[in-house]
């Protein structure tokens, strides 16, 4: 059998939830699958705001949240 490719770089991954407990319990899951979390947020425009700065890979919303837009909008 041919050797795994070098495992890749973790995917960064910003979060945004309306409640910050679901940051809290969500967060702990997505490290221990491999994922690095670079920034946690309950409003979408903070978010909006600090994700061109950060460059996530990926970013995971929750539809509730706080300020003007909600996860959908954001």
């Known amino acids: 059998m041919p050797p795994l490719p070098p495992k890749s770089k973790a995917s960064r991954i910003l979060l945004i939830a309306g409640k910050s407990f679901v940051a809290s319990e969500l967060a ?3 490290i221990g699958l491999g ?3 670079i920034g946690t947020y309950t409003s979408g425009d903070e978010a ?3 994700a061109s700065e950060l460059q996530p890979d990926l970013v995971l919303t929750d539809t509730d949240l706080a300020g003007e837009k909600n996860g959908l909008v954001t």
């Open 28 to 30: 702990p899951r997505l």
């Open 48 to 50: 909006i705001a600090r």
């Open 35 to 37: 994922y690095e979390i």
